[in-house]
Each structure stands twice: as C-alpha cells, then as structure tokens.
C-alpha cells in the first residue's frame, strides 16, 4: 500500500482550520487506500489524522520513541505501533516506510523532520515527494525565507523546487503521488563555477 508520511504539530493551534485540515487528508488517506506513517502522538494535530484515518478504515502506523511512549503520548489504537530508542531513529524509520512525505502546521518538530527530509533529498539519499500543506497561510513566513535563501544564493532554485507547496489537500495529494523523478542537480552552489 503507498504510505504518506505526515509531519504535523503535537498540538491543535490556534485555529479550527488546522484540525480541519488534518481530519480532511486523514479522510483522503483512508478513502484514497494510502497507508499512513507518523510520530505515534495521540496528541495535536497527530492524533486529529490518525483518528480520521482510522474512522476511515485506513491504515495509521506509527513509530515513535521509548521516551514519548513513557510520557503516555502514545496513540492507543494504531493498526501498527513501532517503538525505537531515539527520534532518530524514529525519523529514520519513518522515511523509510513511506513513499511521500506532507508536512501540515505545527512547531519545532514538525520543522525538524520537514527540513531533515528535505536536506536528504537534496543530497540525493532519496527521492521521494515532499509537500508542504499551506492551511491558512500558516507557512507564508516560512516560505518566505525559503525564497530568501534562493535570492541569496544558499539554495538551488532545483532544490527550492523540491518543496510541492499547496493550499488544499486533494489537488496536493495527486502532485505528490504522480509519477516523480527528483532532479539530479549537485548541492553545492560554488564548487564548479
Ligand atoms: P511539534 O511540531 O514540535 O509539535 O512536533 C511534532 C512532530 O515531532 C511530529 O511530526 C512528531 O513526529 C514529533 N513529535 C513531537 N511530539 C511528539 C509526541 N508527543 N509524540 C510523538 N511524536 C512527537
């Protein structure tokens, strides 16, 4: 089954919008037959998709550090629940069940596997579809930067183009899951010049 991985916040926001945004792509997921990956939090915006996509008769798998678990963060009723000593580990395993990643709002961690899926990307170690779900112009900051970073020449236009950003959920999920290719653009900006 082709498995998205979802990168989203422990927590709900400051908006319905975002939760709204999370149930609506775990419904896709169930209804589209696309397994879900994530951190195993019943928490935020992480429990919100697991919970839809399980109400939708999907697939949720979970893998998430022993420490989280010993917090109770666990989410209770995944079809599978992978424990591993580290969130390194955990991202690692995570990356490698899935055939596409989509992150949606949320802070710090969301941020973190977002960029460190990213930075695997553009050094070549996979090429596998990232999206970044735009829910109320959460990421416009962001984004912004990111453009930034392209006009002063630390990122590749190739590399900024990796980044499938969208405002809506269905028309995302087609761009991820079409037939891709990644570009084989090297990193460095200054070397061959
Ligand atoms: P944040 O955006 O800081 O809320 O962090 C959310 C991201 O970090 C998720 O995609 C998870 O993979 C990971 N994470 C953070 N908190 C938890 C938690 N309580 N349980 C499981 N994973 C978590």
């Known amino acids: ?5 979802v990168f989203c916040g422990s927590s709900v926001g400051g908006r319905a919008d975002y939760a709204d945004a999370a149930r609506h792509l775990g419904t896709a997921l169930a209804r589209r037959g696309l397994g879900l990956v994530f951190g195993a939090g019943h928490v935020g ?3 919100v998709v697991a919970d839809a996509v399980l109400a939708g008769g999907g697939r949720a798998v979970g893998v ?3 420490a989280l678990v010993d917090k109770e963060l666990a ?3 995944l079809t599978e629940l992978h424990v591993v000593d580290s969130m390194h580990a955990s991202k690692a395993l995570m990356a490698d069940r899935a055939d596409a990643f989509l992150a949606l709002p949320g802070g710090f961690g969301t941020a973190d596997e977002l960029f460190e899926i990213l930075t695997w990307a553009q050094l ?4 596998k579809p990232v999206g970044l779900l735009n829910v109320a112009g959460f990421f416009a900051p962001l984004l912004a930067w990111v453009d930034l970073a392209v006009r002063e020449r630390f990122l590749r236009p190739e590399h900024r183009a990796l980044l499938h950003v969208g405002e809506e959920t269905e028309g995302l999920l ?6 891709h290719a990644g570009p084989a653009v090297p990193k460095w ?3 061959e010049r």
């Open 1 to 5: 089954m082709p498995t998205l991985c």
């Open 45 to 47: 915006l992480m429990g």
């Open 64 to 66: 998430i550090p022993q």
């Open 75 to 77: 989410h209770g009723r």
């Open 124 to 127: 070549g170690i996979h090429r």
């Open 174 to 179: 087609d761009r991820l899951l079409a037939p």
């Open 189 to 191: 900006l200054d070397v």
